[in-house]
C-alpha cells in the first residue's frame, strides 16, 4: 500500500464519522491552544520583564566605570566604587582577549552645557533659563543593541555623524519641550575648557550645533544627551587642550569613563565580572538580581507548561480513545484487508496518519488560536497598564520557532497517543474478514 | 483417509478449446486438523482432511453451518495456518510460511470473494480495486482497474461507492478486486449468499467465465445446491468431515 493510499484512507475514515472527528480535533485544538497561548504570553512576559531590568540591553551587559572596585564589589550588583582608575584602549583590549567576553564598547562622557531653542541665552548669560549644565554620554551607536538604550521616539545618531544627537527625559524636563517638539529641534552644546587668564581661572566653549533625531532611555551613562563617541572624544579633546579647572571642572584624566562589556551568555556574567573586578574596576550588572528572577519566572514557565502538558496529554488521551473506537468498529475492514494481502505495516501506517492527520490539523488551529489568544491576552494588559499610567508591555511577539514546535509536538503527540489503538489494528486477524461473511 | 482428486477442469477447459492463459494453483491436504479453544473446551473445525484440488479446477464445497467450511477456505486461503497435517498451494506449503510470507501469498497468488462483499465504504469502485493492486506494488496493475470494471460490466459505476452500488454490482466489483493481482486460485465464500436470483446468476457466470478464461482454480463455498451444481466437483462437509 502507497503512503497516498494510507492517506487516503486515514482522511476518508476521518470523514466518515465527522463528528468524532471534529471533537477530536477539538481536544487537540484546545490542549494547543492553552499551551501555545501560556508558552507565548509567558516568554513575552519573561523577556520583557528581563529587558526591564537590564534597561533593553542585553542582559549579560556589564557596565564598568572608571573607578577603582571596592573590596565587596563581586557580592552585589551595585557599582562599588572606590576612587578613580583610568580607562584606556589597552584596558580595553585587556578585557576583549579574556574568555567570556562578547563584547566590548567604550563609553565616553563630557560635561556640557545644553540650550534648548529659542537660542540667544549663553553660559555666561542664562537669563532665559533654558540653558542648563548637563552631561555629554558619548558611545559606538553601531551597537545599539548591546547597549542599555531604548528608543521611545526617533531614532539614534548615526554612527560617526557629529551633528546628530539623542535626548532623554531629562533633557525634556529641563527645557519644557515635548517629544513631538523636541524631535527635528536642535540644541546648541558648549563644551567647556577651562584657560588661565588674566584674572585667574576662566572658562570658554566650543559650541556645536546639532539635531536632535531622537528621545531615548538609557542607562550606558548620566547625562542628558547621547551622541557618537567621536563627538565626546572632540569634546575631550577640546578639554585636555585647556587646564585644570578645579573641583568645577577637572581636567580628564582617563581616556574614557566607562565601558559595556557584554558576557557571552549569562553564566558567564560572574566569571566576567570577576575579571574585570580583578583588573580594579568598579562595575555593575543586574546579575544577582536577573539570576533572581529568572528562577522566579523558571518556575512560573514549569507550573505552566504542566498545566499545558495537562492539557495536550487530555487531548492524546482523546485521540487514542477515537482510534481505540475505530479499530473497534473497522475490524471487518481491516480484516479484509489483510485478507487480501494487505501487511501488518499497512494497517499501522493507516491509523497512525489518521493519528497525524487528527494532530497536525488541532496543532494548526490551536496554535493559530493560541496565538491569537496571546494577542488578546497582551491588549487587555496594555489597556490596563495604561489606565493605570504605567508604561505598556509589548506581548505577542510571533515566534516561530514556538509555532513549529507546537505544531510538531502535537502531531508527534498524536501519533504516539495512536500507537497503542495502530497496533491493535495491526494484529486483528485476516480471519475477520470470514468471520464477519 | 480419503484421496480424492480430479483434473477435470483443466481437461474441460482444453478440451472447450478455450484459450487458458495460465494454470491456476493446486491444492493439497493431507490429514490437515484445526480446531479452536472455546473457553477451556476444544472445538475441532475440521478432522483429518484429505483434499486434492487439481490446478485449474472448478470446486463447490457445500455443508450445514458449522460444518467447517469457512475454516477449510481460511486455511487454504492462508488466513490462519492448520494445526496439524500439510497443506500445499503450488509451491506454497502454508504450515511454512512466516507472517509476512503469509501475507505475500494472499497477495500474489489468492484472489478472496466474501459472502458481504468485504469493500471499502470508504472508497470507489476503482479504488477498491486500486488499493488491492496497491498492495503488490502493481503499478501497471493499478492501471487496468477501469479494464477490469469494464471486463465485470461496471465501468460506468467506476465512482460509486460500494454503497450506491446494488448486491450484485458490489459482488462483481469484488471479482474485478480479486483479479486484479492476477491470482491463480479464487476462493469464494458464499458469493452468491446475499443476492437475488438473478444477480446470482450473473455472479456466477461471470466467476465461471473468468475461471475458464483466465485458467485460475476456483473454489467455492455454498450453502446452495444449485450453485454447487455448476461445479465440476462437489465435496461436502459435515462436523468438520470431509464426504464423499
Known sequence: MTWLDSLTLASRSLRRRPGRALLTILAVTLGATLLVALASVATSAGSRIVSKLTNGGPVTAIKVSASKADSDQLYTDDLRAAGPKAITDATLNAVRRSPHVATVIPVLASRILAVPPPFGSTATSTSGAQAFGDTMVGVDLSQTHNLPITVLAGRVPHPGLRNEVAITESYLDHSGLSVQSALGSQVEIAEPQAFQGQNGLQFRARWVRANIVGVVSQQVGSGALLVTIEQAQLAQTWAQAGVDGGAAFPLPDSQYTGMIVVASSLDDVHAVRQMITNLGYANTAPEHLVASVLRYLRVVDIVLAGIGAIALGIAGLGVANALVAAVRERRREIGVLKAIGARDRDILRWFLLEAFAVGLVGGVIGTMAGLLIALWVGVSVNTYLTEQGLQSIQFGDVSWPLIGAAILGTSLLAIAAGVVPALQAARVSPQEAVAAA | ?244
Not at chain 2, 500445499?88 to 511454512?96: A, K, N, P, Y
Not at chain 2, 446468476?201 to 478464461?213: A, F, K, P, T
Request: with cysteine; net charge positive; charged share 25%.
Open chain 2, 1 to 244: 483417509m480419503r484421496l480424492i482428486g480430479s483434473r477435470l477442469g483443466q481437461a474441460r477447459n482444453l478440451a472447450h478449446g478455450h484459450n487458458v492463459a495460465r494454470l491456476g494453483s493446486a491444492i493439497r491436504l493431507r490429514g490437515v486438523s484445526h480446531w479452536y479453544r472455546s473457553g477451556r473446551s476444544r472445538v475441532e473445525a475440521l478432522h483429518d482432511i484429505l483434499l486434492e484440488i487439481p490446478a485449474g479446477g472448478y470446486v463447490a464445497l457445500t455443508g450445514p453451518s458449522g460444518a467447517g467450511k469457512s475454516t477449510l477456505l481460511s486455511l487454504i486461503g492462508g488466513l490462519e495456518r492448520p494445526q496439524s497435517g500439510t497443506l500445499t498451494v503450488g509451491q506454497h506449503d502454508l504450515r511454512e510460511l512466516r507472517v509476512d510470507a503469509l501475507a505475500a501469498y494472499r497477495r500474489t497468488t489468492i484472489g478472496f470473494i466474501f459472502q458481504h462483499f468485504g469493500l471499502l465504504d470508504l472508497l470507489s469502485a476503482r479504488e477498491n480495486i486500486e488499493l488491492a493492486a496497491s498492495l503488490s506494488a502493481s503499478y501497471k496493475r493499478r492501471l487496468q482497474s477501469r479494464d477490469l470494471l469494464e471486463e465485470v460490466g461496471l465501468l460506468d459505476r467506476a465512482e460509486h461507492r460500494p454503497g450506491q452500488l446494488s448486491g450484485g454490482e458490489r459482488q462483481r466489483v469484488a471479482i474485478a478486486r480479486a483479479l486484479v493481482n492476477d491470482p491463480s486460485l479464487i476462493l469464494a465464500d458464499e458469493p452468491t449468499g446475499n443476492l437475488d436470483a438473478d444477480s446470482a446468476m450473473r455472479v456466477l457466470d461471470l466467476l465461471e467465465r473468468v475461471h475458464i478464461e483466465r485458467g485460475c482454480t476456483l473454489l467455492v463455498v455454498t450453502h446452495n445446491e444449485a450453485v454447487a451444481q455448476r461445479a465440476e466437483q462437489r465435496y461436502r462437509l459435515d462436523a468438520g468431515r470431509l464426504l464423499a
